[in-house]
T-cell receptor
């Protein structure tokens, strides 16, 4: 199921580097989301977007930025990566609010 | 207090057993509820939505108790392939603020 595709799948980088994670979807959904998952904490929302002109902060947006380049594309940037941003990152889409979300395969990011 | 709480487990059960998980939520205005399944190092996948009247999908039954603010998932006749982490998800209607529980880990053994 490649309806929601994330790149890269794995990334190791150093503190202070700029990193971009990309997400594309073929589901035709307007709503897209970025989450991070840490052991014992569950998924936490970083940013979400209702459409190309709409960007909203989530629960933990500090240190991150996003860009919605098109309906099908939503990228997440870490301007200056720090070790506590080491986590598993997921992109997700949904048709409307309150509807189930569909996740990409995830990006495992390690910051040394 | 976390907004969505689950017993982290692990639950270790033999094949064929019946197992139940509960999940409590703190926001009484929550409107949508879901159970997701997540395999190790994989993405969460929707298992089932949870409806007010309760709903069943094969061996899986989901219940909602609004008065006590919890949802439950019952798995009957457990299979080895049911081994995974089960995530409880709670959402306010028309709000994109999905809150995920940390998950309950299930291992089904031969």
């Amino acid at each position: 199921d490649a309806d929601v595709t994330q790149t890269p799948r794995n990334r190791i980088t150093k503190t202070g580097k700029r990193i971009m994670l990309e997400c594309s979807q073929t589901k035709g959904h307007d709503r897209m989301y970025w989450y991070r998952q840490d052991p014992g904490l569950g998924l936490r929302l970083i940013y979400y977007s209702f459409d190309v002109k709409d960007i909203n902060k989530g629960e933990i947006s500090d240190g991150y930025s996003v860009s919605r380049q098109a309906q099908a594309k939503f990228s997440l940037s870490l301007e200056s990566a720090i070790p506590n941003q080491t986590a598993l990152y997921f992109c997700a889409t949904s048709h409307t609010g309150g509807q189930p979300q569909h996740f990409g395969d995830g990006t495992r990011l390690s910051i040394l | 207090r976390k907004e969505v709480e689950q017993d982290p487990g692990p639950f270790n059960v033999p094949e064929g057993a019946t197992v139940a998980f509960n999940c409590t939520y703190s926001n009484s205005a929550s409107q949508s509820f879901f159970w997701y399944r997540q395999d190790c190092r994989k993405e969460p996948k929707l298992l089932m939505s949870v409806y007010s009247s309760g709903n069943e999908d094969g061996r899986f039954t989901a219940q909602l108790n609004r008065a006590s603010q919890y949802i439950s998932l019952l798995i009957r006749d457990s299979k080895l392939s049911d081994s995974a982490t089960y995530l409880c998800v709670v959402n306010q209607y028309n709000n994109n603020d999905m809150r995920f529980g940390a998950g309950t880990r299930l291992t089904v053994k031969p």
